[in-house]
């Protein structure tokens, strides 16, 4: 492969051990047991998901591990003590928290995401304790790649298993990752839309997820690249991006504001594109609200094309739609910048079928489908592109669609 910088994927039993050897040395004994989740790559389908609309993400090799210990009544702490450690975050040390004083704006940094779903779990209804839990991951963090919904969906998983909720089957991962969604929500205060948290708990390997975000419905579509000749490169800008501040939750808002002025319930459900333009021009802001919906509808519709394109065995000419996608995510809904435009602009140039960049976007990943025998030469070539316009290197990975949450 190429000497560029390769993001490797933990193997289960490594991630397990990394997780179980700090809770031994940090928290003491074992835990009750350790449980991963994936981050993932979204195939097509981006601004969609808090539109009512379809997206068609894979899970990644890459996870985030949690080893935990729900309390006890011997343990000699309150029940809904909760201590937390963060082997990325080391240095912020032990968290230490009581669930009855989670809520809203009150827990802030990463342990929002992991005590976000216990409390959003007690919401719902569900008899969850406090609980010792030790966290690490190999999903890039800050990436657009869903390490906060990994991380979200380990804690999910685990907390349905030491209680014994029975929210294992697919309908159950529904209702865990509406909790996960709750958390990121309202918890840690990132206004995102549920793909990520459906991804990581209800893909399947070998499988992208086409989720309808209207109803909560799946279809899993399955997508073997290798057996085409192609692979699923994704580049890390390592541009940082942020989702809690406020460019998501302002292009969200002016998709609300826009179905609200259609007279439609969400994006979804726009039928004529041209009459929605039309209607939206005599908004004050009118340019840019169209623009924002022209990418809804016409990404919506890339993601039925590409459905299509899978179920007929098509997969190379999923690349142009990739582009198209780009285009329309830099142009009309302004989510891109410039390192993720020079990861495309060169994946393409070097001959992959397409690209495009994957999640909130202002940083994070690209992803570019190109033939298998070419992902090193083309990781060379993006890399190359960077080093020439100053920029920092970027880091590589390839998206092999892999399981979802689940006990180590
Ligand atoms: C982020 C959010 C998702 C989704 C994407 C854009 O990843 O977490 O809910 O909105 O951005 O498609």
Redesign the pocket.
Known sequence: MSAGAWTRAWSPAEGAERVAAAFAEHLGGAPDGVWSAPGRA?VI??????NGGL?LPVALPHRTYVALRTRTPDDGLPRGTVRLLSAQEAGAGLVTLDLADVGPGTVRGWAAYAVGVAWALREAGHDVAGFDAVVDSCVPYGA?L?SS?ALECAVAVALDEVHGLGLGDDAGRARLAEACIRAENDIAG?A?????QAASLRCRAGHALLLDTRDGSTRHIPLDLEQHGLALLVIDTRAEHQ?VDGQ?ASRRAACERAAAHLGVATLREVTDLDAALASLATLPDGDVVQRRVRHVVTEIARVEEVERLLDAGRVEDLGPVLSAAHASLRDDYEVSCRELDVAVDAACAAGALGGRMV???FGGSAIALVRADEVGAVADAVARAFAAEELPPPAFLVAVAAGPAARV
Request: some cysteine.
């Open positions: 979204n389908g981006e601004h969609t998901d808090y997206c657009g869903s919904a990132a995102t839309g549920g793909m990520d989702l998501y999640g909130g976007g």
